[in-house]
């Protein structure tokens, strides 16, 4: 492939009507759902689609609410706790230059982590709160085994790990995620027989003037312009803009994208030519650098175009 094709990457060519008119440079309004048919972020949940409890729940997983270990039937670590201990010799062992040497070092940072995960629900899980990340499938470290061979497999008989051990699991490999915060809330909104979701937007965290609103939206698909005997080349970076005049024959498009006047987008002449009559866009470069063409990429995917 000569110099050139790289500048063919997310080009394509389209066959459009000879009196095709869509403005050169802009996403083809087929290409974009109209504003009318978006819905609006739901002002009262901010989008997040969580109930208002939910939300102060989530605050509380993460400590950003107020929250005790004991409202939740935990007991408050202390610098003893043999995690948390664990825990603070290796943040001093590794980043002496940060912490300082000693005892009194370990001790300090010791109470600085337990202060800090004491104020957070996520540190301090009940067994209510185990019992639905365990129905979740949440804690496989916990209550599977993992082998090459097969893969997670349940420990046999099963288990239900204790809130102890899942707290110090989870100081221990910063086990929790959001999944695990949502898991946690909704069960614990279930238990005290609160909403869950936002009933405002219903949890889609979106607001529709109504169903028919909500069903256009679904409905949009893109349009592809009108076909016809032009040819056009079109960029597809974006959604997909004409790039060139509509032409009548392909000759004429090579003439045009093997121009000078291109500037930037310059291409060969017989580079322009093979692409066209590849018939659509390479998105590829090999690794040798040169351009796959579109015959060949489809031929490498199994010829879905
Ligand atoms: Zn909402």
Redesign the pocket.
Known sequence: MPDGGERLMGREIKRVPLDFDAPIGEVWTGYVMPDDLRGEQ?G??D???YSQAAKHLHKMWYGNAPFRPEDNGSTPLTPETPAVRAFAERNVTRSPDYYGQGEHVIRREARRLADYWNSAWSHHVNEADVAALVEAGRLYDLTHTWTRENGWQPIDPPVMPTPEQVNQWNIASMGHDAINASVVVRARCERDGVDVL?S??G???I?WRNDQHKAAHEAWERTEPPSGDGWQLWETVSEGSPKSPVFATADELASWMSDPERGRDWVPGDVAAKFIADGWAPTLVGSSGDLMSGVEFVGTRGGDA
């Open positions: 739901c009262t949940c989008g997040g689609g936002c405002a937007c949890g889609e965290g607001r």
